[in-house]
């Protein structure tokens, strides 16, 4: 784990950030010499020629690429200057029983309805009309982006899109806001509760689609405390891989029955559901904090 540091928690902040920025830089590099060599076309035209179908197998093969440099390279790098065994200083390490795995499962299917109902609260905030636009601006974006990866019309196609929106993001993403980032804020706040939910915000907004703010947000919630008392990145990653296949899986089915639309991609559930799925969340949650404690006790 991180906690043996050679450097405070603010300096591992700062690097991570910075290692992002390079990140962001390189990866910009990279699609501008890919589109002008690759694709043949100007930079300035890369985001419609990535809604082409001729074009998706290069955008899904882009897209792996891109979440290894920006979420997984940082964090791999902030661990080893913090110290040795970079990747064990992420949480990916051995301890982890098939109780703990099966009480993770259940909590996802929990919270996937939760999830569906913290959306449609989510559509209740009031916004300006100014804001309203700008978010649905997002969203569309956001909705075009999706589709164009998750038009699927054979095994294989569901096979490379759960490596691309469900393997990829659970490894990388886990790696950077569980395993790195939330261990450099709750030892920098000093509070578990402030530090997950501080890079459950992080994790929510850089996905930049207000309209799924709060489901994400709840998401960071569930991985960051899942990782705090298992000590063990592997059973988030599970958690949030099991989250996005069930979303890919959907995506399949209403592409292989021709009924792939932005409307249709709505996973909003009524408000009792929610509240029936919270209640499920937090006796599975006691099991599984009980099984973790006892676990790491035994090491």
Request: charged share 15%; with cysteine; hydrophobic share 50%.
């Given at each position: ?35 002008r060599y690759a694709l043949n076309i100007p930079l300035e035209d890369l985001s419609t020629a990535m809604f082409e179908p001729r074009n998706i197998d290069f955008i899904r093969v882009l ?237």
């Amino acid at each position: 784990m991180l906690s043996n540091q050679k450097l405070n928690s603010i300096g591992q902040f700062a690097l991570l950030i910075g290692f992002v920025g390079v990140g962001m830089v390189l990866l910009s590099l990279i699609m501008g010499l890919l589109a002008r060599y690759a694709l043949n076309i100007p930079l300035e035209d890369l985001s419609t020629a990535m809604f082409e179908p001729r074009n998706i197998d290069f955008i899904r093969v882009l897209q792996i690429f891109s979440s290894f440099l920006m979420w997984g390279v940082p964090a791999l790098a902030v661990a080893a200057i913090s110290g040795p065994k970079p990747v064990e200083q992420l949480g990916y390490n051995e301890t982890m029983s098939g109780k703990q795995v099966f009480l993770v499962v259940l909590m996802i299917v929990a919270g996937i309805a939760l999830g569906g109902a913290l959306g449609e609260l989510n559509r209740m905030i009031p916004l300006t009309e100014e804001l309203n636009q700008k978010f649905k601006v997002w969203e569309e974006n956001y909705s075009k982006q999706v589709m164009s990866i998750a038009n699927m019309k054979n095994v294989n196609d569901y096979l490379f899109t759960l490596l691309i929106l469900a393997i990829t993001p659970a490894l990388f993403e886990e790696m950077f806001f569980r395993g790195c980032m939330q261990q450099i804020l709750v030892k920098g706040t000093g509070s578990a509760f402030a530090g997950i939910l501080i890079t459950s915000i992080i994790f929510s907004a850089v996905h930049l689609s207000f309209f799924g703010f709060l489901p994400r947000l709840f998401l960071g919630f569930l991985l960051g405390y899942i990782f705090h008392y298992s000590k063990n990145l592997w059973l988030p990653v599970i958690a949030h891989f099991l989250n996005n296949a069930f979303g890919v899986t959907v995506l399949y089915s209403l592409s292989r029955s021709g009924k792939l639309t932005p409307d249709a991609m709505d996973d909003t559930y009524p408000y009792y559901y929610g509240v029936i799925a919270a209640m499920a969340i937090i006796v599975i949650f006691i099991a599984f904090k009980k099984e973790s404690t006892q676990l790491l006790k035994q090491q």
